[in-house]
T-cell receptor, first 116, second 112 residues
Framework: GAGVSQSPSNKVTEKGKDVELRCDPI?????LYWYRQSLGQGLEFLIY????????KSGLPSDRFSAERTGGSVSTLTIQRTQQEDSAVYLC??????????????FGSGTQLSVL | KQEVTQIPAALSVPEGENLVLNCSFT??????LQWFRQDPGKGLTSLLL?????REQTSGRLNASLDKSSGRSTLYIAASQPGDSATYLC???????????FGSGTKLNVKP
């Protein structure tokens, strides 16, 4: 596609439910990032995928959070047993390669998650 | 872990003024630094990327500088316009690890 696509754009869920957030990166981009932006805060790194390498999961806040990337393209971020503190905007970004090739990050418009 | 700070948190200026946004980072072993713009309800748009070997980058009315030794970067906006109103974020990489650490942003309002 022309840009990074995220769905849904908005998600309202009840505490304790599971949610899945989807990211479709720019075609051909091998690097994919998930970030979380809480109200009035900066972006918090969650997870990074690069090609077929093992993902860097060091930013995931708890074991309720997981992510996968199928076929080196589409990624899904899953939050199990959602809590109110999970409410935030979840942003996905992609780049052609990783940091060391000095390429810009391209962000999607994000998914606004509200946990009631 | 890279700690990134942006000052000021908010800035309001009249149209036509030149302005400077500041970003500081704690780990000088960065690989590169990016400046982004975020409009309300939207994702981030990359404005400029400065490699660690560079001292500045320019795009139109924007100029970004990088001083690794002092852990600082500035974004200079010349002849500001109301359309420049947005939140500006800087992001510093952590060495050559594939992570970017973001500041909390500077919310800019350019008054007509």
């Amino acid at each position: 596609g022309a840009g990074v696509s995220q769905s849904p754009s908005n998600k309202v869920t009840e505490k304790g439910k599971d949610v899945e957030l989807r990211c479709d990166p720019i075609s051909g981009h091998t690097a994919l990032y998930w970030y979380r932006q809480s109200l009035g805060q900066g972006l918090e790194f969650l997870i990074y995928f690069q090609g077929n390498s093992a993902p860097d999961k060091s930013g995931l806040p708890s074991d309720r959070f997981s992510a996968e990337r199928t076929g080196g393209s589409v990624s899904t971020l899953t939050i199990q047993r959602t809590q109110q503190e999970d409410s935030a905007v979840y942003l996905c970004a992609s780049s052609l390669m990783g940091v060391t090739t000095n390429e810009k990050l391209f962000f999607g418009s994000g998914t606004q998650l509200s946990v009631l | 872990k890279q700690e990134v700070t942006q000052i000021p948190a908010a800035l309001s200026v009249p149209e036509g003024e030149n302005l400077v946004l500041n970003c500081s980072f704690t780990d000088s072993a960065i690989y590169n630094l990016q400046w982004f713009r975020q409009d309300p309800g939207k994702g981030l748009t990359s404005l400029l990327l400065i490699q660690s070997s560079q001292r500045e980058q320019t795009s139109g009315r924007l100029n970004a500088s990088l001083d690794k030794s002092s852990g600082r970067s500035t974004l200079y906006i010349a002849a500001s316009q109301p359309g420049d109103s947005a939140t500006y974020l800087c992001a510093a990489s952590e060495g050559n690890f594939n992570k970017f650490y973001f500041g909390s942003g500077t919310k800019l309002n350019v008054k007509p």
